[in-house]
């Protein structure tokens, strides 16, 4: 686990992936597009979770399949703690199959692996372009 950038306006990033290549290109391309917002990392589930409680991100970009804790029970939790948070699911499957409730209303949008580099920042920028309006 650890936090890349430390930009102070107030918006940050937290990126959950088991894959240690995977995590560390997602969080740089992260840490590249959006130099100005603070990025976490986190390996698992369990780990994203504990950054969370710390740092309470506002977009959260996790993989669905992950050891000791999956991507699915991870946003159950993260909802339970701040239903406005922004999660993004990253998964191999097309289609999410979710037997622990309504996939709508744990993800805000799904990315599907192998992640486009395009489709990344546009689903983080349109993240940070609604926070920012909220707030404003």
Same mark, same amino acid.
């Given at each position: 686990?650890?936090?890349?950038? #430390?930009?102070?306006?107030?918006?940050?990033?937290?990126?959950?992936?088991?894959?240690? *290549?995977?995590?560390?290109?997602?969080?740089?391309? %992260?840490?590249?597009?959006?130099?100005? #917002?603070?990025? #976490?990392?986190?390996?698992?589930?369990? /780990? /994203?979770?504990?950054?969370?409680?710390?740092?309470?991100?506002?977009?959260?970009? *996790?993989?669905?399949?992950?050891?000791?804790?999956?991507?699915?029970?991870?946003?159950?939790?993260?909802?339970?703690?701040?239903?406005? *948070?922004?999660? %993004?699911?990253?998964?191999?499957?097309?289609?999410?199959?979710?037997?622990?409730?309504?996939?709508? *209303?744990?993800?805000?949008? #799904?990315?599907?692996?192998? %992640?486009?580099?395009?489709?990344?920042?546009?689903?983080? /920028?349109?993240?940070?372009?609604?926070?920012?309006?909220?707030?404003?």
């Amino acid at each position: 686990m650890k936090t890349l950038n #430390h930009g102070n306006n107030g918006i940050s990033i937290l990126c959950v992936e088991d894959d240690p *290549t995977s995590r560390l290109i997602l969080s740089q391309i %992260i840490a590249t597009k959006f130099s100005a #917002h603070k990025v #976490h990392c986190a390996e698992n589930g369990k /780990g /994203g979770l504990e950054l969370f409680r710390e740092f309470r991100p506002d977009i959260v970009l *996790t993989d669905i399949s992950m050891p000791i804790l999956d991507g699915i029970r991870m946003a159950a939790e993260i909802r339970a703690l701040n239903p406005v *948070t922004r999660i %993004i699911a990253m998964s191999g499957d097309s289609e999410l199959d979710c037997q622990s409730g309504d996939i709508e *209303t744990l993800f805000d949008g #799904h990315l599907l692996k192998p %992640i486009d580099q395009k489709d990344l920042v546009s689903v983080i /920028g349109d993240c940070i372009e609604r926070i920012a309006q909220e707030r404003a």
